[in-house]
């Protein structure tokens, strides 16, 4: 009979047999299918357990004996804990027709992702079925959401050859989310109950958070298997609190399918401290682990914990986590846990401010080398799951407006300032953070004046010109979180060319010798500006009056205020530039001000230097008017009330006064302070005002 014809007769695929070599010489084939159940696994799991593997091989010779090596390849590294040069907890069974029987071969790790079974015995049984199953194979998973594959072989003396090479065995699915006031804990004064239990913290009442973590399917929460170094656990680690500040979490909570769950009212439903029964969710403290969660002594293992006993966290510099381990679950049905964590603060520096944070993961974390360990990645909100995201008890995000903000400046221009309203719709408290994302471009044009809050505030948008690379059109989205969502609120920024500006600008008018924004008529001002347009085709107008100019740049110019102006607390000035004004500036003005010139304490030579003991020295100042000049008085160190020689106007120096005054004999030779007053006029009553002080060096 031809080779495929007997193949047909028995059913199977044509070509796809065992290697005959090393068999015994006429003995028939052994033909094997592969077959796995593709488990659900944790897509946060680091050494997840896949489905088991199973291969049955039908025909040959009753009696048959055979000796080969099982390879297998997943498309996964392998994470089972390494013993010995053997994986441990990986096995393969051997069916020779009196069942299952686990075979002394043990696998050895070939590469990351791959193992062998060397040297499999077999004897083919009277019912001429043969099979293996490799169990116990767990992998890494987190990051990715693609099927877990694998892929067998079979090699050595007896070389088997399967019928298909790839089956998948694990599905990686969302193993845990979380619903709770985890972003950002709002500072409140609180205190522990004596008692340190549920029931009296609720009665005291002691300020607390509560996160309710959720499995993503069914047997995502699971008591210790074997194989396993513990029973899934639920790590929450606290971060950010004060130094003053204390926390305490239940020894034990009470899941959803409980005879009543744990609750301390955050998300409705009874308050209670839990009633237990046999096949619910049952999460028992874990104390002593290490940083990552794994480790440590189960509650359990210390005594007979009673319901609501209170156990504090242990804090270090604010920061500190609370592990919880799976005791119980029931396999058939999706469940959660609210897991309440009490505070003790009894002194705060301020109220309401939100200063500290709580996240969940499943652990331990993957620091850890612990089967099974976790990635450390932020869980999703759970509220879709329990289907209670609309709930009164939650806080509900609005911002407004909704549909986008933007703004137009030009290259040139300053800040821009729009705003955005973040409103809190429903219960609770709303905690919420902000940020900018920018959607390619410069980076850095948008300044938010806050990036966190709790319930309803205003944010202000900055838009910053001087940020961008020139015109154009810049987009961002102002990114608002808080609640059980985030909100986008879309930004365009519009830059146009820089104004090209036109006519006279003035930016300050100031008295020429203090500098002060006060000018005083019959006294000298300078003007700062640009395109001011130097002497030529150039007129300042200050309260109608045309001044006298003195000096012009195209940045500054220096004016007799008109002494028309005497007795007005103020007047307008505007700059003419060959007939194009300027923009209409408010100026002060004050009936006296004396004040003197840098470098205007002179001697006999008329140079700032040493002055002679009882010689003469030239004060130059402006800001008092022609009619203040008798009045004008000179302290020379601790001398007084110093009468001038003379005082006047400098001939020919618009705005400008001189004081010549005898140094009186008998001052000590040194550098002292010379001061300037004067009245407005010499009637009587008018107030004196003196200069602030110049330098003046006296010498023998």
Request: aromatic residues 6%; hydrophobic residues 45%; glycine residues 12%.
């Amino acid at each position: 009979m031809r080779f495929p014809v007997l193949l047909s007769r028995l059913g199977l695929v044509a070509g796809v047999v065992f290697g005959a070599a090393g068999l015994h010489g006429q003995d028939s084939p052994l033909v094997c299918q592969v077959a796995s159940a593709a488990l659900q696994v944790r897509g946060e799991g680091r050494a997840e357990r896949v489905g088991d593997i199973t291969i049955t091989c039908q025909g040959g010779t009753p009696g048959q004996v055979g000796r080969t090596n099982l390879i297998l390849f997943l498309n996964r590294p392998i994470t089972n804990t390494v013993a010995n040069d053997t994986l441990r907890d990986v096995s393969v069974a051997v069916d020779q027709g009196t069942g299952l029987r686990q075979s002394a071969v043990r696998a050895v790790l070939q590469g990351a992702t791959s193992l062998t079974f060397n040297g499999l015995d077999f004897t083919v049984p009277a019912s001429r079925t043969l099979q293996f199953r490799v169990s116990g194979v767990r992998v890494d998973v987190s990051g990715q959401s693609q099927q877990v594959l694998a892929t067998l072989s079979f090699s050595g003396t007896n070389a088997l050859t399967l019928n298909q090479s790839a089956v998948p065995v694990a599905q990686p699915v969302t193993g845990l989310y979380v619903t709770g006031a985890l972003g950002q804990i709002v500072c409140v004064l609180s205190r522990f109950p004596d008692s340190m239990t549920f029931a009296g913290a609720m009665a005291e009442p002691t300020y607390f958070f509560t996160a309710r973590a959720t499995e993503g399917f069914e047997t995502s929460f699971a008591a210790r298997e074997p194989g396993a170094d513990q029973g899934t656990r639920i790590v929450v680690r606290y971060s950010g609190f004060p130094a003053e500040a204390r926390l305490a979490a239940l020894d034990l909570v009470v899941g959803s399918t409980g005879a009543v769950s744990t609750s301390a009212g955050e998300f409705g439903g009874t308050v209670s401290a839990g009633q237990y029964q046999t096949g619910a969710l049952l999460l028992a403290r874990v104390v002593n682990t290490d940083a990552n969660g794994a480790g440590g002594v189960v509650v359990t293992q210390l005594g007979q914990p009673a319901l609501g006993a209170l156990r504090e966290v242990p804090l270090s510099n604010g920061s500190g986590m609370a592990v919880y381990e799976v005791m119980d679950a029931n396999a058939f049905t999706r469940e959660s846990a609210q897991i309440p964590t009490f505070l003790d603060l009894r002194r705060l520096a301020t109220e309401g401010t939100p200063f500290a944070s709580a996240k969940v993961n499943l652990g331990p974390l993957s620091g850890s080398t612990a089967v099974p360990r976790f990635a450390d990645v932020t869980p999703g909100s759970d509220c879709g799951v329990v289907r209670d995201c609309n709930a009164s008890y939650f806080p509900q995000l609005f911002v407004d407006p909704a549909n986008g903000v933007t703004a137009t400046a030009a290259a040139d221009a300053g800040a821009q300032v729009q705003y955005v309203r973040v409103l809190n719709e429903g219960g609770g408290l709303l905690a919420w953070t902000a940020r900018v994302d920018y959607q390619g471009g410069p980076t850095g044009w948008l300044r938010l004046d806050r990036t966190n809050g709790i319930n309803n505030a205003t944010i202000r948008l900055d838009f910053l010109a001087s940020q961008v690379t020139g015109p154009g059109t810049y987009r961002a989205a102002v990114v608002i979180e808080g609640g059980q969502g985030s909100k986008s609120v879309p930004v365009t920024f519009t830059v146009t060319p820089r104004a090209v500006p036109v006519g006279p600008a003035v930016t300050s008018v100031v008295h020429a010798a203090t500098y002060e924004e006060y000018l005083v008529p019959g006294g000298l001002a300078m003007l700062l500006g640009a395109r001011l347009g130097g002497l030529n085709g150039t007129m300042v107008t200050v309260g109608g009056v045309v001044a006298r100019l003195v000096f012009g740049s195209a940045e500054q110019v220096n004016f007799e205020v008109p002494a028309a102006l005497a007795g007005r607390e103020s007047a307008e000035l505007v700059v003419a530039v060959n007939g194009v004004s300027s923009a209409v500036r408010t100026v002060r003005l004050r009936d006296v001000l004396p004040g003197i010139f840098a470098g205007g304490v002179l001697n006999e030579q008329g140079t700032p230097d040493a002055v002679k003991i009882g010689g003469l020295v030239r004060v130059l100042f402006t800001g008092v008017p022609s009619g203040g000049l008798e009045t004008v008085r000179v302290t020379v160190h601790d001398w007084e009330g110093l009468t001038p020689v003379t005082a006047a106007m400098v001939p020919g120096v618009i705005g400008v006064s001189y004081a010549d005054v005898v140094v009186p004999v008998g001052m000590p030779a040194m550098t002292s302070n010379l001061v300037v007053c004067a009245s407005a006029s010499s009637q009587t009553g008018s107030p004196v005002v003196c200069s602030l002080p110049a330098k003046i060096s006296m010498v023998e």
